[in-house]
């Protein structure tokens, strides 16, 4: 069975600081891998997704890496805004198309 | 970007009744939605998935006579809360994927913004 681990659990930072979140998942035969965020009380906001074959993306001030053989992979987050606090998803695909989250990481930017 | 919507976004409802609510893709047509269910600070749990006109695929453990799922159209899948408890009180939401099922194509899931309830 899949797990997907997400450290730290939460995370307050000064605004303007880069950041790392970090996602970690048991299985490494997995198709894709998507970070998502989620704002309080409001659905998913996908933010990036990386094909198996692909080992980053980048969209605007952030940026993913993926590495499978070692079942991890990273959310970078240059010069951090108030308006990036949320609860940070990552999601890997597995078994078909199901989805497989991971605990979340709170992020909190302070102005 | 493709848009799911939900609704309701808020439902309270009374201990014993059912409540319905729905997942619309409203830009296209969505051959799988998927439904999931969030406790408070937990992370999202597939509940079943749901496929135009056939039965839907419950995870163990989801009791699908509790939680009925429709999928009548491309573009339209309803989850039914039976006879509601307040255990049941949950954020729950809705995922459309359109193309091929093969994760590996790459394309993206849609996510409605979910619907929270409360039963009381």
Redesign the interface.
């Known amino acids: 069975k899949q797990e997907?681990t997400q450290i730290p659990a939460a995370l307050s930072v000064p605004e303007g600081e880069n950041l790392v979140l970090n996602c970690s998942f048991t299985d490494s035969a997995i198709?894709?891998l998507?970070w998502?965020r989620q704002d309080p009380?409001?659905?998913?906001?996908?933010l990036l997704?990386i094909?198996?074959s692909q080992r980053e993306q980048t969209s605007g001030r952030l940026n993913a890496s993926l590495d499978k053989s070692s079942g991890r992979s990273t959310l970078y987050i240059a010069a951090s805004q108030p308006g990036d606090s949320a609860t940070y998803?990552c999601?890997v695909?597995s078994s078909?198309?199901?989805?497989?989250?991971?605990?979340?990481t709170r992020l909190a930017v302070r102005p | 970007?493709a848009v799911v919507s939900?609704h309701p976004s808020w439902v309270i409802c009374k201990s014993g009744t059912s409540v319905k609510i729905e997942c619309r893709s409203l830009d296209f047509q969505a051959t799988?939605m998927?439904w999931?269910r969030q406790f408070p600070k937990?992370?999202?749990?597939?509940m079943a998935?749901s496929n135009e006109g056939s039965k839907a695929t419950y995870e163990q453990g989801v009791e699908k006579d509790k939680f009925l799922i429709n999928h009548a159209s491309l573009t339209l899948s309803t989850l039914t809360v039976t006879s509601a408890h307040p255990e049941d009180s949950s954020f729950y939401?809705c995922?459309a994927?359109t193309g091929t099922?093969?994760?590996?194509s790459?394309n993206?899931?849609?996510?409605?913004?979910?619907s929270?309830l409360t039963v009381v």
Not at chain 2, 42 to 46: A, H, K, N, T, Y
């Open positions: 997907v198709y894709n998507q998502f009380g409001k659905g998913l906001t996908s997704l094909q198996s998803l999601a695909y078909g198309d199901k989805l497989t989250f991971g605990t979340g | 970007g939900q799988t998927f999931y937990q992370s999202l749990m597939l998935t939401i995922s994927r099922l093969d994760p590996r790459g993206t899931i849609y996510f409605g913004e979910g929270w």
